[in-house]
């Protein structure tokens, strides 16, 4: 169980390539300063610097404001040996970063005839007119070179100031990747990436205790970095070296001691892992939840391919369906609660039968707000397993909201799966 | 406004409050610069921050790295009014926060022992043993002020820098919200927004449709910003205004114009409106998921007190699910195929006899990625309800992957119930 105690991820101490170039992200708009929209164009750029052997030491927001973008462009390129900067190329009178860009540059604006010439001619193609507001995107700065946008209007553009090179793209995702993919990347790209990695996905164990179980591990292998991550249940532990045979060694040590407490490594998940695990083996699992409300068969078929081991369940909110549809006894609900290992159990055997799969797994508990007692509060659930070796109930003491209460209950149920697998 | 023709989201002319104090958020977090997640707590924190009177200038990220993180706070202190940093409060070696602002401030660190008992505490009463480096928690700044966590272990902290009241929150989401809710905003509110906001929630228009139909109305109202967002199935007007009564007169105006078409309002979720609705009508629903498979009930039963409602369903993936648990003919299925007009009906009509609910919804269909054919291709959804007036099901083909076709299949059902409601 995680306390959620440490924010997510990290790594120490840190490591840089030898010979790693500093990198740093520059995003304009008033939209990603009100609340509107998150920036999700640095995250993508991340990748692709890191990939190219750039270490990115540091994101900027900044507003679509003259001066604010000018003083930015000032600051990045005195730090970092590259700068991207995404957002402002636009045809309004709010797309302001490449005359902040001259402002910094301390040289005029010319109107750039061959970009003038592709922009009307990219509005020909679709058979509008230009706006005169357009002509702005023409308007570049006297020094530097223009980078022409074969899937957009707003054009790019490069700059060197200070010890950086410039690199400006639009802010829509599609064609800052494409300027990333296609123009920046074949540029810039030196061929070694900055560190190799590897994320270890964990179940089970909290992110303290997880930390001091590998303490040694992390110790003996000074080579490499490793990080934690909490995500619900879920614990990550994060490799990273910018030798390959470093982080080969240190994995297959942190594997050794963690064992099947590893569910999978990047891009995993752990309800993908268990429909796998289940078709490979042709066994199927039939899933009766309470507190969960559809949480743990949702899960399972967001899957493709979960039909495999899967055939159905019972959302079994109110006690007569668990009695009329699980064939759960009144007598064991008035008797224990509804909220209790026994009913837990009966549900899990009930759906197994019902369903005809090899198991059955239920959830009942109390996700609240309200429902509490103190002989069960919020945030007691019972997560019941029926299958070929018998059948069980765990209890746990899930802390936090309903949310959350109900995404790690989700999960427990599903690694019960998984650990009956073997 | 960035050269997006049609961004999602985003509002013109800019509008600013005539006396907002300036704020910028610290970010810290190497996952946050390597690709592997997105800065979403700045978001989060912007809509906060407006709403107190501040105007957000900039966001700035930063790794996991002492010396780079003290100049950020230096940096930032130096320019804004208030200075929120969320991230690298916790217990593992890679968080330096507080270590950090202690640099910047010139001042020690010390244990402080309320927090640590407070730490201890936490953990007894889950029933773990604290490991050692728990106590790196409790380690803060000698100049400053511990902000209790009572929703976590990591403290917050608050100090005093340059021009600017600095706090620091933990980087996990849930816990940041809580710190922006319950303790930075009762200290820092201003009781003057730099802008009132108004979201109206629409269901089944669409984007452009939704545009034109209220052209007039976004012309009249010229110091109203107007602006557009599209999620899944519901459109979004977003009006921002400085004056209030001038928002009011712009909301009565698209109100009057759109009608039950708009669901609620900003922290509305379509299932909580529907939710409410249900029980103030003592009335119920059941569910029968075949390719939603458990998410309609899901986004029920996230809602609390959902049981006044919701008694349960059934997740009939296979068709033998189908005819056991909801009485579906197996000839109707043979005949017409499980995805069928027929077959939705025989669905919801099923569950809401068995549950003995007013009303039962149903949805059958193709989710992809594979079992399309020409007859019958992926994105094709039938959402049946049964209630008081008969039964019916109506045709949806859902563009997008499967997890999308999911979602917009579970929205249309849950808004099915909606609109039987009248």
Request: aromatic share 4%; glycine share 12%.
């Amino acid at each position: 169980m995680s306390e959620a105690i440490a924010p997510a991820g990290g790594f120490t101490p840190p490591i840089t390539g030898p010979d790693a170039l500093s990198a740093e992200i520059l995003t304009i708009g008033d939209e990603l300063l009100s609340g509107e929209s998150a920036d999700t164009n640095s995250q993508f750029l991340d990748g692709r610097l890191e990939r190219w052997g750039y270490m990115v030491r540091r994101h900027t927001t900044v507003a679509d404001d003259l001066s604010a973008i000018a003083e930015a462009f000032r600051e990045l390129s005195a730090r970092a040996d590259l700068v991207i900067s995404s957002g402002g190329l636009g045809p309004t009178e709010d797309d302001l970063t490449l005359a902040a860009l001259g402002q910094a540059l301390g040289v005029e604006l010319l109107l750039d005839e061959p970009t003038l010439e592709r922009i009307r001619a990219r509005f020909q193609s679709f058979g509008r007119p230009m706006t005169p507001n357009n002509e702005r995107q023409a308007r570049v700065p006297a020094r530097g070179e223009v980078l022409p946008n074969a899937v957009g209007t707003a054009p790019g553009f490069r700059a060197e100031l200070g010890r950086a090179q410039i690199y400006l793209v639009p802010g829509v995702p599609r064609e800052m990747r494409w300027f990333a993919d296609e123009v920046i990347g074949p540029r810039v790209d030196r061929g070694r990436p900055v560190l190799v990695r590897r994320t270890l996905k964990v179940m089970g164990v909290g992110e303290s205790k997880l930390e001091h179980d590998i303490t040694d591990i992390v110790k003996a292998h000074g080579d490499v970095r490793f990080g934690y991550r909490t995500l619900g249940l879920e614990n990550h532990v994060k490799l990273a070296a910018v030798d390959g045979a470093a982080l080969a060694r240190a994995e297959a040590a942190v594997r050794e001691r963690l064992g099947a407490q590893i569910y999978g490594v990047e891009g995993d998940v752990l309800e993908t892992s268990v429909v796998q695990a289940l078709i490979a083996r042709g066994l199927s699992v039939a899933v009766a939840e309470s507190c969960t409300g559809g949480l743990v068969q949702k899960r399972i078929t967001d899957v493709a391919g979960a039909s495999g081991c899967f055939f159905g369940g019972v959302v079994a909110y109110a006690n007569e369906v668990k009695t009329r549809a699980l064939g759960v006894p009144a007598e064991l609900i008035a008797l224990h609660g509804a909220v209790s290992e026994e009913v837990a159990c009966a549900m899990a055997a009930g759906v197994r039968a019902a369903m005809g799969a090899s198991f059955g797994v239920s959830t009942t508990g109390v996700a609240g707000p309200g429902g509490g007692t103190p002989q069960k509060p919020v945030g007691l659930v019972y997560v019941g397993l029926s299958g070929p070796a018998g059948t069980t109930a765990e209890r746990l003491m899930v802390p936090g909201d309903r949310e959350q209460i109900r995404s790690f209950s989700a999960s427990f149920a599903i690694d019960r799966i998984r650990r009956a697998l073997g």
